[in-house]
């Protein structure tokens, strides 16, 4: 039987990163390269229903054992895409045996390591044992770490003699560009409720997230040759720098945490004709999160004001809701994971998301699904580490989860 970090290893060789600017669903085909060897290892586990759609989306399905044909059916998610925030291609991860609690070398020739100064947390992790990047690359373990997770957890649990009822596993496509769940199939899917094994330290157990929304900005300019540029050149590129210095400085990820909410530049490029910028706007109060919506859009409106009117142009789409305005009445689904975690050694700590998961289109679909944590740490970065005995423990949350009569 595999251990989870075994798997996870070999699911981080496959390039899954997401596009937002693609126009193909999946937006990259290298998920799809995934969706069909998780479809493939679920039908050798011997998981009795297992389907792969036209959309990339992997469903597998357990019987309950009998006896508990009546309990509720539980639903276990998790995500194949990474982040496009740094290279998901050729991937090099490495096992730091019994870590030191010190700073870690991750790439000597290039001068690349991961400092205690940079992230005080490390220490926390001394006499783990540490999977870790080369320093050139993300891990992967966002969410990879709770795709192992979980059908590691589904091995065992169809191993044993041990009763339960009916599991519901789904794997989706494009999370990480906010689509994850777009055409995710709730009922054919059939789980009372569910989890997404999401990211974050062990224990987390996580049932807020933000109001999201993406907004691109273009701005139209004028390129002369500089020589001759004098009351004609318009810079898109200086009018586009214009409109940013006039977000809230402080409204930025860089001074907000906990329930705060803000505006961030995520990409921009272009040049003196045409220049576009990427935001994402977040915020868990619904009305607070409006209000920057609104606040973005009177900006765009003074500015075309200023310069002519099409100058900026502003395309802004919300991109998923804070499920903990749903999730508030179905407690029952929380503490059942607090309890999981309680059984195994393991103390909760419920935070609010800072961050998107796929379970928050669900729950506004029909289907209650706060998120647990995967493992992972330093997600979307170069020095993004999982802790391989934390996976073996997440494990037996789940299945714990699984067993649990009420």
């Known amino acids: 039987m595999k251990r989870a970090y075994e798997r996870f290893l070999s699911y981080v060789a496959y390039d899954t990163t997401s596009d937002e600017k693609s126009t193909t669903f999946p937006s990259t085909p290298g998920q799809k390269v995934l969706a069909a060897v998780l479809e493939k290892e679920m039908k050798e586990l011997g998981i009795p229903r297992v389907v792969m759609d036209e ?87 966002d969410n990879k770490a709770g795709i192992a997770e979980i059908l590691t957890a589904v091995e065992e649990l169809m191993a044993s003699d041990k009763p339960h009822g009916r599991v519901c596993v789904a794997f989706t496509p494009d999370e990480e560009i906010g689509k994850g769940a777009s055409r995710f199939d709730v009922a054919g899917f059939g789980a009372d409720f569910a989890y997404t094994v999401d990211g974050g330290e062990l224990g987390e157990v996580e049932y807020e997230t933000f109001n999201a929304a993406q907004a691109i900005v273009t701005v139209h300019g004028r390129s002369i040759h500089p020589g001759a540029a004098k009351n004609k050149m318009r810079n898109a590129i200086l009018m586009a720098m214009d409109m940013h210095r006039m977000l809230p400085v402080f409204e930025n990820p860089m001074y907000t945490e906990g329930r705060e909410g803000f505006y961030h530049l995520g990409a921009i490029e272009g040049d003196e004709e045409c220049t576009e910028m990427r935001y994402i706007i977040r915020d868990h109060d619904r009305s607070v999160f409006e209000s920057k919506k609104e606040r973005m859009q009177k900006i765009i409106d003074y500015l075309n004001d200023q310069y002519g009117a099409g100058t900026f142009e502003l395309h802004m789409e919300d991109q998923y809701y804070n499920m903990g305005d749903i999730l508030k009445d179905r407690m029952d689904i929380v503490d059942r994971a607090r309890r999981a975690f309680e059984a195994n050694g393991i103390q909760p700590v419920t935070i609010p998301v800072r961050g998107g998961t796929d379970g928050s289109q669900l729950t506004f679909k029909g289907l209650p699904c706060p998120n647990l944590s995967s493992c992972d740490m330093n997600a979307h970065g170069r020095f993004e580490f999982v802790p391989v005995g934390h996976m073996d423990r997440m494990v037996q949350v789940l299945l714990t989860i699984l067993r649990m009569e009420a």
């Open 55 to 141: 959309n990339g989306y992997v469903y597998g399905e357990i019987p309950a054992t009998p006896g508990w044909e009546e309990k509720p059916a539980i639903g276990l998610i998790a995500h194949m895409d990474t982040s496009s925030a740094a290279s998901g291609h050729d991937i090099h991860p490495r096992i730091v045996e019994n870590y030191d609690g010190g700073d870690i070398v991750l790439n000597k020739e290039k001068g690349i390591t991961l400092k205690v100064s940079d992230f005080p947390v490390m220490p926390r992790f001394q006499g783990e044992d540490l999977i870790v990047t080369d320093g050139t690359t993300l891990l992967g373990g």
